[in-house]
């Protein structure tokens, strides 16, 4: 006899209460699938289950929607969670920790790295979650939205908070930068367009008077120091100065 070992928990379990529209079950499918999240909980669906609106709309997702779970209660759906969120966008009169998607996600991803099982609530279409759900859940994810519509389709609010999970579990870095086929200039490649740049200021008689040419200068080099140019900048600037001084022989 052998004791079957279930794995730990890597991701949050998204768990959909009394969702009313198939339509709606099938986009939050693609939006939990576009942020590498899988696992969906689907409680006492309005229009039952399984729903052929649903797997239309998942296109491409519908693997999440084959390995969904079906409960007739939260309670049920909620059974394994040693923490659970509920999402929300209107005050409630319940004392519980309130956090935003990011902090939230951040703090999932801390709890499943210790072994836990996280859930997160999502209500139905019309009215959100009930208070009796949200009483069910450790702490609150409040959505900032705009206070004279805050309404948020159930997809929507799906992939804002698969949205924040990719970026605490990937770690992603806030701004990146693509260099289309070329690399950032090193500091000797700035160094020579500087000294070609005053080279051509110098012809063009620009360091004038005499006595500020020097912090001119200086005031130059440090303006190039803080451009983030690439190679490809740099030769475009270097053909520019050379194109400008042909220019002006010809003429």
């Known amino acids: 006899m052998t004791n079957d070992i279930v794995a730990p928990p890597t991701k949050p379990a998204f768990v959909l209460v009394r969702p009313q529209m198939g339509e709606n079950i099938g986009a939050a499918a693609r939006a939990m699938l576009n942020f590498g999240l899988d696992h969906m909980r689907i409680v006492a669906p309005r229009d039952g289950w399984p729903n052929p609106a649903a797997v239309a709309m998942a296109s491409g997702a519908g693997r999440v929607l ?54 997160v609530l999502f209500g139905p279409e019309r009215a959100g979650l009930e208070n009796d759900d949200i009483a069910q859940a450790n702490a609150i994810i409040s959505v900032p939205v705009n206070p004279e519509f805050p309404s948020l389709n159930l997809a929507q609010c799906v992939l804002l908070v698969g949205y924040e999970w990719m970026r605490q579990s990937t770690q992603a870095p806030d701004v990146t930068e693509e260099l289309a086929g070329t690399q950032w200039a090193e500091q000797a490649e700035i160094e020579h367009l500087a000294r070609h740049f005053e080279e051509r200021l110098e012809t063009a008689g620009f360091f004038f008077p005499e006595h500020k040419a ?22 475009m600037l270097h053909g520019t100065l050379r194109q400008m001084v042909r220019w002006k022989e010809r003429g």
């Open 66 to 119: 084959d390995a969904a779970t079906l409960s007739d209660t939260l309670p049920d759906a909620l059974g394994d969670c040693s923490f659970v969120f509920a999402t929300t966008a209107r005050q409630r009169d319940l004392t519980k920790p309130v956090y935003t998607p990011e902090a939230a996600m951040a703090e999932a991803a801390r709890r499943i790295a210790a072994g836990q099982r996280v859930g």
């Open 214 to 235: 020097q912090s001119m200068k200086t005031n130059l080099r440090n303006m190039w120091s803080r451009l983030p140019l690439t190679r490809a900048d740099v030769q």
